[in-house]
């Protein structure tokens, strides 16, 4: 069973910068595309930035610049980066891979705020 552990979310100042890790277990972690997604409240679940099992990334327009993921095989661990925090990253954040979209399988997420 896929479990996933989305952590370092919080509070944040507009400007500011916080880590969200993600540790996956029971999955092959190094097979995997992995992605973030985010969903703020009144808002549709997207797709903010991915990372391939190569380790080529890509970003949604939004966040390019900011956002930087990565990934450690060896910790079955992704992260996301976030610098010059702005309101409209208020959100929940998720990791998963391809096939979990596919499969409408959600970690519990975590939250982040970004204060003005």
């Known amino acids: 069973q896929v479990q996933l552990v989305e952590s370092g979310g919080g509070l944040a100042q507009v400007g500011g910068s916080l880590r969200l890790s993600c540790v996956a277990s029971g999955i092959i972690f190094s097979g995997n595309d992995w992605a973030w997604y985010r969903q703020a409240p009144g808002r549709q679940r997207e797709v903010v930035a991915g990372?391939?099992?190569?380790?080529?990334?890509n970003y949604v327009e939004s966040v390019k610049g900011r956002f930087t993921t990565s990934r450690d095989n060896a910790k079955n661990t992704v992260y996301l980066q976030m610098n010059m925090l702005k309101p409209d990253d208020t959100a929940v954040y998720y990791c998963v891979t391809p096939m979990m979209v596919h499969d409408h399988r959600w970690g519990q997420g975590t939250q982040v705020t970004v204060s003005s």
């Open positions: 990372i391939g099992t190569d380790g080529r990334t």
